[in-house]
């Protein structure tokens, strides 16, 4: 670390982002993290998120709290980023949207930019590509055309280029060509979530997400370094090249990164486990982002806590709300994360942890934002991130698919069979819904519907209050018993016969 903070001080300060960046910054920045930086303080890995990111991180505040990472250069803190949004069209091959417009799109990356706070969309262009592989995605006159495009339009310090992830090289040609900080998807999507992030755990997977944006940026910025001379220099006695000492620091991060994530994992999982023993169905109500997951979930439980925004990515962290069914049996309904198209496999990995409450679900409730110009596109985005996290089938095949909104549609008519239409804003066809939880619920737990008749002077009916959802108590006044309707398990069951042999049914 001494030879580090040595070489650090020979390097000119680290400047604020300000269009293209040089080749020495990424180098700066990350010296920077690890000279100043104890062991201690790097294994706080989601607060040493901002250090290691400082060289490469998207601009503005998140909610009002400025802090250098969030900053370009010449950009007063709580001041207006200004956002030229791009999309590329492309006109055939494996990377063209079938599902969808290229309209539709650059609404949704508008979504994104507006999501935002002090951010603000300026202009935007469609511009059909036919190279989108290429490392500039447009062919030369298109590309020339957009360059001059955004030098003549005034105010513009921001380009999203809306595809999926920018190669570092292609990021730095576009800064270099259009004098302003060039965005992905990626980058867009990882700083909402950066902004919507309360607990712990969706940091610490913010953080993880964030690993290999920083690799893939530095290996091509130690190209350049190398260049110059300085990238393979051996630093003091210690044997490793700058590189070698960045990639290590890097792979130390990750590896703290994982290690507090798989201790949240398992606690979720001894919460999980907890939850099982005491027999409480788990329904997962997942969708698409902004489709009214949690509004849905407000008007089922009447939990007031609640307090859903027509924002995209406004539910990060999974939350658990208790509700009961119509037979009054106790169900645990889990708001999920939002899904979007075009979100990389490596952003749904670092999420995996939380993810993860969806495959241990009893039941899945797909909400579908049936309003939407997009409505179709947006299901089978759902349904491949469902697929790819392996989601098991007797789960896929038991989903309840719900079209939601159909108060912003006129003349709604469902056509599709086993669909259940509601309005969740209006509590429209609610009651439908939890019915069909309800038939799910009992399929999938394997809990039954008895008449079991009780001695009153026995414990017997103060056992099933305890054991099991009791609906209805017929008394026998006459007889000193009573007929009891309830809702139990299998296990529950047999524990009842075995405490009560002598007990009719």
């Known amino acids: 670390m001494t030879a580090m903070r040595r070489i650090f001080s020979r390097l000119p300060p680290l400047p604020l982002l300000q269009g293209p960046p040089r080749a020495h910054r990424a180098a700066c920045t990350l010296l920077h993290a690890a000279g100043h930086r104890s062991s201690s303080q790097v294994q706080g890995a989601a607060a040493g998120s901002s250090s290691l990111f400082r060289g490469f991180a998207l601009s503005s505040s998140c909610r009002g709290r400025d802090s250098d990472e969030f900053r370009v250069r010449g950009l007063a803190p709580g001041q207006q980023l200004k956002v030229f949004i791009v999309h590329p069209d492309v006109k055939w091959g494996s990377r063209k949207q079938h599902l969808t417009t290229a309209g539709l799109m650059m609404a949704e990356a508008e979504g994104l930019v507006n999501t935002l706070e002090n951010w603000r969309v300026v202009d935007k262009i469609v511009l059909s590509t036919k190279t989108p592989e290429k490392k500039k995605i447009f062919g030369k006159g298109n590309f020339q055309l957009l360059a001059d495009k955004i030098r003549q339009t005034a105010g513009i310090n921001a380009v999203f280029v809306n595809v999926e992830r920018l190669s570092p090289g292609a990021e730095r040609e576009f800064e270099e060509a259009w004098g302003v900080k060039v965005f992905d998807r990626y980058s867009v999507v990882l700083h909402i979530f950066r902004c919507n992030a309360r607990t712990k755990e969706a940091k610490l997977q913010i953080s993880l997400a964030e690993i290999p944006l920083l690799r893939s940026r530095l290996r091509n910025e130690m190209a350049n370094l190398d260049q110059q001379g300085g990238g393979a220099r051996y630093i003091g006695g210690s044997g490793e090249t700058l590189m070698e000492v960045q990639q290590r620091l890097l792979k130390e991060r990750e590896m703290k990164i994982r290690l507090a994530l798989e201790k949240l994992r398992r606690k979720r999982k001894l919460l999980r486990s907890q939850r099982k023993h005491k027999e409480f169905p788990v329904v997962s109500v997942l969708g698409y982002t902004n489709c009214g997951k949690t509004t849905l979930i407000k008007a089922l439980t009447g939990d007031g806590g609640l307090q859903p925004r027509d924002q995209l990515f406004a539910t990060l962290d999974v939350t658990v709300h208790g509700g009961l069914l119509p037979c009054r049996m106790p169900v645990l309904y889990v708001d999920t994360i939002g899904f979007l198209s075009q979100l990389p496999h490596l952003l749904i990995d670092s999420f995996s942890a939380t993810l993860d409450d969806i495959k241990h679900s009893d039941l899945l409730v797909h909400v579908r934002d049936i309003s939407h110009p997009e409505t179709e596109n947006q299901k089978q985005n759902v349904l491949s991130v469902l697929k790819n996290l392996q989601t098991p089938e007797r789960l ?101 016969k075995k405490l009560f042999t002598d007990k009719g049914r």
Request: charged residues 25%.
């Open 396 to 496: 896929m095949s038991s989903m309840i698919e719900v079209h939601n909104k159909i108060d912003l549609v006129d003349d709604y008519e469902c056509l599709e069979p086993g669909v259940l239409p509601i309005s969740a804003l209006t509590q429209r066809g609610l009651d439908q819904l939890s019915a069909a939880v309800e038939e799910e619920i009992l399929k999938s737990t394997g809990k039954h519907i008895l008449d079991l008749k009780v001695d009153l002077s026995s414990p017997q009916l103060s056992w099933l209050y305890k054991e099991s959802t009791v609906q209805d108590v017929a008394v026998d006044a006459d007889d000193g018993s009573a007929v009891v309707n309830v809702i139990i398990s299998a296990a529950a069951y047999g524990r009842y």
